[in-house]
């Protein structure tokens, strides 16, 4: 599966984004999907997933009850719902597919994920 990730932007601290990642490709139902962030420097951080169906959903708990992941599987799409931004929040934003389905521990680590869309870079202003 080919992912690609947009609705990046700059944003004043408080504000919200939608990102979306749409994929291409007949299997995206197979994949649980899973959004990270990077900043330079830094390793890249596991920020929500949702597994195939959409029934289950796992956030990292420094955005938990800020962001909201869903997906369409009928539009191959996968949304990041960012509310209540803050400064810290700032960083380039990916999309992952990770096909099947695991535990919460394996869909947070990064080297698990098959396939990656080109990211997209999300600014908080204070």
């Known amino acids: 599966v080919q992912l690609q990730a947009f609705g990046g932007g700059l944003v004043q601290a408080g504000g919200s984004l939608r990102l979306s990642c749409a994929a291409s490709?007949?299997?995206?139902?197979?994949?649980?999907m899973g959004w990270f962030r990077q900043v330079a420097g830094k390793e890249r951080e596991f920020v929500a997933a949702?597994?195939?169906?959409?029934?289950?959903?796992y956030y990292a708990n420094s955005v938990k009850g800020r962001f909201t992941i869903s997906r369409d599987n009928a539009k191959n799409t996968v949304y990041l719902q960012m509310s209540s931004l803050k400064p810290e929040d700032t960083a380039i934003y990916y999309c992952?597919?990770?096909?099947?389905?695991?535990?919460?521990?394996?869909?947070?680590?990064?080297?698990?994920?098959?396939?990656w869309g080109q990211g997209t870079q999300v600014t908080v202003s204070s």
């Open positions: 992952a597919a990770y096909y099947g389905d695991s535990t919460y521990y394996t869909l947070s680590q990064a080297y698990k994920y098959d396939n």
């Open positions: 490709g007949r299997t995206f139902s197979d994949h649980t």
């Open positions: 949702i597994r195939q169906s959409g029934g289950s959903t």
